[in-house]
């Protein structure tokens, strides 16, 4: 049974940094695509970033309120994927989901991972 686990989100300063991890479990997921979604009170859910499949390199792509801010990596040798954070505003202040595909070398993503809270205090 496949599993996301997220992890490091809490609570921080504005102009801080926090980084979250996301580890997967059940399937190794090197060729699949990753990525980070948040969801703010009374918002729908949002795309942050992406990451693409191992083999694909500097794959990665990002929502434009992130982008310089945020990086998203990932270690397969860990079937662990990560967000760190910089610069963080009010606004970043959100339940942020791991997602991950479950086709090889496609960009959808259907398991998520429960959230973790990221609270961005000014």
């Known amino acids: 049974q496949v599993q996301l686990v997220e992890s490091g989100g809490g609570l921080v300063q504005a102009g801080g940094s926090l980084r979250l991890s996301c580890v997967a479990s059940g399937r190794t997921f090197t060729n699949y695509a990753m990525g980070w979604f948040r969801q703010a009170p009374g918002l729908e859910r949002e795309f942050v970033a992406r990451?693409?499949?191992?083999?694909?390199?500097?794959?990665?792509s990002y929502a434009d309120s992130v982008k310089g801010r945020f990086t998203i990596s990932r270690d397969n040798a860990k079937n662990t994927m990560y967000l760190q954070m910089n610069s963080l505003k009010p606004e970043d202040t959100a339940v942020y989901f791991c997602?991950?595909?479950?086709?090889?070398?496609?960009?959808?993503?259907?398991?998520w991972g429960k959230g973790i809270l990221v609270t961005v205090s000014s």
């Open positions: 990451i693409s499949w191992s083999g694909w390199t500097g794959s990665t």
């Open positions: 997602a991950a595909g479950s086709v090889p070398f496609d960009w959808n993503m259907n398991y």
